[in-house]
């Protein structure tokens, strides 16, 4: 048993860290923020140099062929910058779905360049507000023989705006299967939304007969499956991004002054970071049984996944508002990066769905196992 | 990263199950808050002798050597046989008295003591709180003087648990009244058989005196029991109470199991309590708090593992435990109604007592409120109270009730 990343993945750590701190400045989330730029392409072919889309991607399809800890621990310090990249879209649901389907020319073409940076997926699931998600999916996909046509309108779709091609969601024949659609090609519509995190730009998709390959051997079990994985990876981001938004309250408590005293001082504001501080451990312990349970393939994933995605939503939140909250009427401003936590907490919490489609993704989960395996959990 | 066992973990995790399948013993209607110890000393003597006694120590003291890894394991073990609760019941002995000698006892006293505790021969109290200060420890007034190669010690403790079974106490008294407070404090060990040694049980919230008064009067203790240097009994407090918050947030359970089966048998006017979609989403969040609970507390043992002092760091699982405990036992009852008021509607009122005890979780070990101030300031490193009193000498400070 080891309860922790290893030293090797330590020491990885410190390297992104490094770099990231003077490559992913705040500086260029608002450059892609304030801009009609959909990413920082710049920084997209920085993380590409180091091999990072592929690093748990095998070296069969060009990636570095690591797990996905070290992958784990990527995701936690892209959210910590807020790099303002198309990251978890393309490696942690694109990448994902074509590993997880079966191997046809599709899988063999698209994803060595999602491993090497040079194309970039999202994922296309929504159609409008509310929560059914794929269960009750309108985009329908006609064909046969993996060559199939998607119609139908998908929105919102996060990352949209950068990506090269979509992961659809759609019917055939009843039943939701996953579809990789090129969205240079014909009968793709793409128009921009305006969304809560300007620095990660929304796409409306409409697709009217567009060509589309069928992701073999992806059916309900995967998507869920599909989901899962990402949503472990992308509970790493979010408790990135929370960690550095409680640093960022904690250390402007303690440049602050009011009464004659530093702020950190009063309790009301000590004793809220403290709740937060202990929240981030809960919230990494969650997240490091989620991230084992993914990198050892244990049947508790779909349990440790969603505790791990509820908690690193709710704890980004927390982290996120507080951190406004202590920054006093500074922190209502644009010029204070708080906003951006802000922002993209709200976005992370709603891609891959929002927390009552996952609680209630975890007591089925949960209901799976009779409750005496739960016992022995 | 693996919360699964290696297969030698796998092998001695069956080689512990084996062993304590075939030593463990029925103590249930013996073992009662505040009426008897006799299980758990039995318990800890028949681990010493079967080889899996105080797995981590050194084995001149009665250990094993084993890892801090195996030591866990062997206490799952235990957990999951319904043993647990024996070694959990002395872990002031274990976890923090043992822990402080350890650390801080000169040679002679690990050898008078370390064995015995081994061996289930002596429990241990822990003699630091008083009527006029528990959070503000460093505040406690029971003198300690000198008188030759001895100490005479007056004063009262109270909310001393176990005290009426200790056969020994880790103690801190005030040996200088005239310097500031954390300065004039010695730490001691005082054999409770001593006379001037007078212990009455507290009745509890709960029911039941698990914890007591102290009441000491011209207590003499050799100068040969005191622990570190007269004056500076405040940093070896602090080694022991860092142990104790590691201990406390393991110690008590999330209360999960109870909940989802509860939730399986209670009926609501809309059908069954699992297919209501408010108590879903409650049950989701106790899952994610108590998975949480479950891989903190693995993480903060296995730190224990590579040798590391508990620090600060590990008040946050005590934190994390008392008022989440609390509310969800609450969301619990509300699920009962009017039948939940009954002693009895509910797995023979263990779930009654545990909303009971939990009152005690944010209090016992440091208060949340303390535990917050521990965190901001030890860990996250925000500026301290102003401290009125620091500077004072102790006999200065004015006091209230
Ligand atoms: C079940 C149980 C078992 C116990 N066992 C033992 C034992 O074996 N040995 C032992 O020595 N003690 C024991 N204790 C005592 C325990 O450590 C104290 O009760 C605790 O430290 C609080 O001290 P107090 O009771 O004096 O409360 P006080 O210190 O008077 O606190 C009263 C209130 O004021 C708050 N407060 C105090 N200072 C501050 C501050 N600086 N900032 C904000 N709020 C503050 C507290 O949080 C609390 O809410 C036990 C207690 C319980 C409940």
New interface residues.
Partial sequence: ??????EDQEAMREEVRKLLAKESTSRRVRDVLESDRTLDKDLWQLLADQGWQGIAIDEVHGGAGAGY?ELCVLAEELGRTLAPLPFSSSVFVAAEALKLAQETPVVSSWLPKVASGEAIGCFAIAEGVGGAHWGALKCVAEGSGGAFAVSGTKSVVIDGMSADFAIVAAQTNGTPGLFLVDLMDGGVRREHIDGIDESRPLACLAFDNAAADQLGGVGPAEIDQLLDRAATLMAFEQLGGASAALEMG?AY??ERYAFG??I??F?S???K???L???V??????C??A???L??G?ASLA??A??AR??ASKLYFNCAKENIQVHGGMGFTWELDGHLHYRRARLLSAALGGS?Y???R??TA??RRN?SD??AA | ??????PA?AEYRQRARAWIEGNTFDFRGEFVSGKNFDPIRKWQRIKHDGGWGCLHWPREYGGQEASQ?EN??FSQEEARAGIGILSVANSITLGMAAATIMHCGTQEQKDAHLEKIARGEKIWCQLFSEPVAGSDLAGIKTRAERDGDDWIVNGQKVWTSYAQFADWAILVTRSDPNVPKHKGLTYFLLDMKSPGVEVRPILQASGGSDFNEVFLNDVRIPDANRVGEVGEGWGVALTTLMNERAAIASVFPTN??DI??LT?EVELSNGPA?QDGAV??M???W???H??????S??LQ?ALSQGREPGP?AS??K??LGARRQQYLEHAFDLLDIGGAATSAYDDGALQFAYLRVIGNRLEGGTD?I???????R????????RVDKATPFNEIPVGR
């Fill in positions: 048993m080891q309860f922790n990343f290893s800890l904690v408590a303690k005293r530093q950190g001082s309790q504001i000590k004793h970071l403290a709740d501080y202990a929240e451990e809960l919230t990494r312990s969650n490091f049984m991230a084992w349970a990198s050892s244990d349990e440790a969603a505790s509820l908690s009552t996952w609680r209630e975890l007591l949960l209901s409750s739960t016992r | 990263m693996n919360f699964d066992d290696t973990e890894i866990l394991i999960f199991d989802w089966s399986h699992i879903r989403s049950l989701a969040d899952y994610v708090w998975k949480g609970m479950d891989a903190l693995l993480r296995s760091e946050a699982g934190l994390l409120e535990l917050r101030n521990i965190l901001g300031e860990v996250l490193g925000l500026p301290p109270e102003p």
